[in-house]
């Protein structure tokens, strides 16, 4: 993976043997036209996904992939944060991605991590500069925060703490993220916040991910998927459409490289990347790449 690189890439740690060797087989191969920098993988709330993400990491880690693991604590036991952060420095992995979770209602997170800016204030204290760290951000606000500003000002916590840069929940306004970067830059964050995108290839799925987490689906979209209720092909291609002219419009704008949420499928992604220019369309380099990916 090149240092440099355009984008990064988020997959989700999948739950069989044969999903994460299709991942490591089919899916990663296949993006790696795309020159990414890193690749990232989640970890489910509460810690339901533990076992499969150290795997994947490891099993990514070990083919030359660049890999940030998602560590979000949750109701998490404390002792286990630290081990995985352990584990993960042990195995050479050097980037996180710091998260709080989401928790269940009126649950407390049963050890002294409430907000994500202390779980990268304890990644700093355990391990020093050792690890590259992300945090989250919300270009249309978290759904809890208490305000707009505050909300910035709790990223800027996040950063002052010791992230290196911020990963945007997916949006579909562009305008959203503009106006957020803004006012991030007018509080004083310098760091880079990359634009998490999240392509269109199931819209039920999208509107129920949208309801959760907060993003925004403008209704322009939604009344343009309507025409498509009995036409598959038809969504996907609009789908495509309009996540590449969202990714074109970033990129136009020196916007830092886009965090693409892959939901580990490849074709979505790589068009939408060929669409937008973020990469060439001969695929040669990429074909080269694929045989070759620590190399890169
Ligand atoms: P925080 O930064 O702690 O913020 C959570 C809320 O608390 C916000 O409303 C904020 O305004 C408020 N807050 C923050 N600090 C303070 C303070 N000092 N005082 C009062 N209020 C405060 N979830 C997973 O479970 N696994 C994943 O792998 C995962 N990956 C993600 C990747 C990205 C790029 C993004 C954007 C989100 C991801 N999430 C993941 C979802 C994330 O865990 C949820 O959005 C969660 O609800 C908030 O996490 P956070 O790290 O942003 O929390």
Redesign the pocket.
């Known amino acids: 993976m090149a240092k440099d690189g355009n984008c990064s890439l ?1 997959f989700f740690p999948p739950k069989t043997l044969a999903g994460r060797l299709k991942l490591l087989e089919e899916t990663l191969p296949a993006l790696i036209e795309l020159n990414a920098s890193y690749c ?6 509460g810690g339901s996904t533990r076992d499969t993400t150290v795997d994947t990491v490891l099993a990514l880690s070990e083919q030359g992939y660049d890999v940030a693991p ?3 604590f ?1 109701t998490e036991d404390g002792a286990l944060i630290e081990q995985l952060i352990t584990r993960y420095q042990t195995n050479g992995i050097n980037k996180l ?7 269940p209602e009126g649950v407390n997170t049963g050890h002294d991590l ?6 990268v204030s304890f990644i700093r204290g355990l391990t020093g500069d050792h690890f590259e760290i ?5 270009p249309e ?6 305000g707009y500003d ?2 910035i000002l ?2 800027k ?2 950063l002052d703490a010791g992230a290196n840069r911020a ?4 949006f579909y306004n562009v305008e959203s993220y503009f106006y957020f970067v803004d006012r991030c830059l007018a509080a004083g964050i310098t760091q880079p916040i990359h634009p ?1 995108i999240m392509p269109i290839t199931n819209f039920a799925n999208v509107q129920r991910f949208s309801a959760a ?1 907060g993003a925004e689906i403008p209704r322009w979209i939604e009344r343009r998927m309507g025409d498509f209720s009995n036409d598959p092909d038809g969504a996907y291609r609009f789908g495509i459409e309009v996540v590449s002219q969202l990714c074109a419009t970033l990129i136009e704008s020196g916007a830092p490289p886009i ?1 693409f ?1 892959t939901m580990n499928q490849s074709a979505p992604v790589c068009t939408i990347a060929r669409n937008c220019g973020l990469t060439g369309s001969d695929g040669s380099d990429a074909r080269d790449k694929a045989l070759h990916p620590s190399a890169a």
């Open positions: 988020e990232s993988v989640t970890y489910g709330a998602h560590l979000s949750g991605v710091a998260l709080r979770g989401d928790l409430r907000h994500a800016s202390e779980l992300a945090v989250a951000a919300y606000i978290h759904p809890e925060a208490p505050r909300d709790f990223l916590e996040k990963v945007t929940q997916y998490g987490c965090h949420y």
